[in-house]
């Protein structure tokens, strides 16, 4: 039987990040990603974007020509409360997305539901790359609460 650890030197195990019951979740459909298929004449990539918790967040992701409250898909568009973001070192810098024409609008992210999300950016170089979303509790509150897709590469 292997001795116990010392407790004044031992340190923590190091755990692996998993995903908190009771947010949103961006899930990729793969690791690795062009250019070409960022750039908005392609369409651009699309995630989804799930809401595990039992609760309705809101979220500035939608699109403001679309008068609905609750819409798929959601963009992550300048403007929003949604970026894509580059690894430069050890920081994330926000990249250039897309200009929706009518602008964008606070839309509801309700429970147990995924939505498509389309990120779009003609400025995406070779990289690594993740999708930040920012939200909230209720329609009208300031976006506290952020989850965070996997890191993700471009070539």
Same mark, same amino acid.
């Given at each position: 039987? +292997?001795?116990? +650890?010392?407790?004044? =030197? &031992?340190?923590?195990?190091?755990? =692996?990040?998993?995903?908190?019951?009771?947010?949103?979740?961006?899930?990729?459909?793969?690791?690795?990603?062009?250019?070409?298929?960022?750039?908005?004449?392609?369409?651009?990539?699309?995630?989804? !974007?799930?809401?595990?918790?039992?609760?309705?967040?809101?979220?500035?992701?939608?699109?403001?020509?679309?008068?609905? &409250?609750?819409?798929?898909?959601?963009?992550? &568009?300048?403007?929003?409360?949604?970026? !894509?973001?580059?690894?430069?070192?050890?920081?994330?810098?926000?990249?250039?997305?897309?200009?929706?024409?009518?602008?964008?609008?606070?839309?509801?992210?309700?429970?147990?539901?995924?939505?498509?999300?389309?990120?779009?950016?003609?400025?995406?170089?070779?990289?690594?790359?993740?999708?930040?979303?920012?939200?909230?509790?209720?329609?009208?509150?300031?976006?506290? !609460?952020?989850?965070?897709? +996997?890191?993700?590469?471009?070539?």
């Amino acid at each position: 039987m +292997p001795p116990a +650890p010392d407790p004044t =030197t &031992a340190k923590p195990p190091i755990r =692996t990040p998993r995903s908190v019951a009771g947010q949103l979740t961006i899930a990729l459909s793969k690791s690795t990603y062009s250019t070409s298929e960022l750039n908005p004449s392609s369409g651009g990539v699309r995630a989804t !974007l799930g809401n595990t918790a039992d609760q309705t967040f809101y979220s500035m992701i939608g699109d403001a020509f679309n008068g609905a &409250a609750e819409q798929n898909p959601l963009y992550v &568009a300048n403007g929003s409360d949604a970026s !894509l973001e580059r690894q430069q070192g050890s920081d994330w810098v926000a990249v250039t997305g897309v200009q929706m024409i009518e602008g964008v609008k606070i839309v509801s992210i309700r429970p147990g539901k995924s939505y498509d999300l389309i990120v779009q950016s003609s400025a995406a170089t070779a990289g690594n790359y993740r999708i930040v979303v920012a939200y909230r509790n209720t329609a009208t509150g300031s976006a506290s !609460l952020r989850s965070v897709s +996997p890191t993700f590469e471009v070539r």
